[in-house]
């Protein structure tokens, strides 16, 4: 027989344990360190420390620092702003929309994504809703929703949702084209191409297919020298980091798999995803867990674990301070 003294004791002890586990989920330290390899602590100091500079976001991406401003811009991809952090001003809403400017109401990834800039410092824009790689008409430091298409499909396909960039030193640009910004993913009726593919944009403005082999290409970034690029498969039946070197047209050869983080997807939370590599081939890389950090011959070094999804990061002018996009929030990781 149940007693309204048990019941009570009942509800008294599930209580006790649902403020504990808030408890403990709100004193978890955002971040940890795991060390892996020696050269590990000539990237990240014993005193490396983080703290949250923004949040209140459906979903962050594509973070961007720009030295010239000291500002910081990522895209909030669900709800089609592009937001700007300053050490003076804190997090402000830079320009909306940002990635979809139609006018029948959609949901999904509508925003923009990936973002960059071109050896002129203009910005450069994946628009997941428009389906575009587009450059804002606008000086950064006075935004405005207007917009020069610069890739907008290839043979009369249109894109699926242009993810990210790298930029080479010629000024080409390479873009990932993952499903992610269709409402259906994979399977929306306006998905157009048969494949999901990795893109150069010439100087010309030539668009050129570099693969179509790759399941969920998302992240992408060039080795210092640009000999070699690195793309990220945000894929749970192949997680892999791929590398490629990169001929004297740009285009890719010798593929092969830079890392396999398979057997992390089955204890941590995430896939590859957004990635920076640093002046001296250090690479950055959101996974499983976090930020994972291989030297440039795809050595693991080591991990910073993070209490949430990273998507992406961007590094500081100095390279001493990261910059992480983690789900709804943005983190300022001190390095050194």
């Known amino acids: 027989m149940i007693t309204w003294t048990n019941r009570l004791s009942l509800m008294i002890i599930l209580l006790t344990g649902a403020i504990s586990a808030a408890y403990a989920q709100a004193v978890k330290p955002l971040i940890s360190v795991e060390k892996i390899d020696p050269q590990f602590s000539n990237i990240v100091s014993k005193t490396i420390n983080a703290r949250t500079i923004a949040q209140g976001f459906a979903w962050c991406e594509g973070p961007l620092w720009i030295e010239s401003h000291k500002m910081l811009l990522f895209s909030d991809v669900k709800k089609n702003i592009i937001y700007k952090w300053t050490q003076a001003k804190g997090k402000e809403a830079y320009l909306t929309p940002a990635g979809y400017t139609g006018k ?23 628009q997941d809703g428009d389906r575009v790689v587009s450059i804002m008409n606008a000086p950064l430091q006075k935004p405005q929703a207007k917009f020069t298409k610069i890739a907008t499909g290839f043979k009369g396909k249109k894109f699926d949702s242009p993810n990210d960039l790298a930029f080479a030193g010629n000024g080409d640009i390479y873009f990932t084209d993952p499903p992610y910004g269709l409402e259906k993913n994979i399977n929306d009726p306006l998905k157009e191409a048969p494949y999901q593919g990795v893109y150069k944009i010439a100087k010309d403005g030539k668009i050129t297919l570099l693969t179509d082999t790759l399941t969920r290409p998302n992240g992408i970034a060039i080795f210092p020298g640009g000999k070699t690029i690195l793309i990220a498969n945000s894929d749970p039946a192949k997680p892999y980091w791929y590398a490629y070197d990169l001929d004297k047209n740009g285009q890719l050869t010798h593929g092969r798999i830079f890392y396999n983080a398979k057997a992390a997807t089955k204890t941590d939370e995430g896939m590859p ?48 301070t990261l910059y992480v996009t983690s789900n709804h929030r943005v983190l300022m990781i001190n390095l050194r």
Do not use: H, M, Y
């Not at 030297?295 to 390279?319: P, Q, R, V, Y």
């Open 273 to 320: 995803d957004g990635l920076k590599i640093d002046k001296n081939g250090n690479v950055f890389a959101s996974g499983p867990g976090g930020i994972w950090i291989f030297n440039k011959t795809g050595k693991l070094l080591g991990k910073i674990k993070i209490n949430d999804l990273a998507s992406n990061c961007s590094f500081s002018g100095d390279e001493k």
């Open 104 to 126: 029948t109401l959609r949901g999904g990834e509508l925003g923009s994504n990936g973002l960059g800039l071109t050896l002129k410092g203009e910005l450069v824009i994946c």
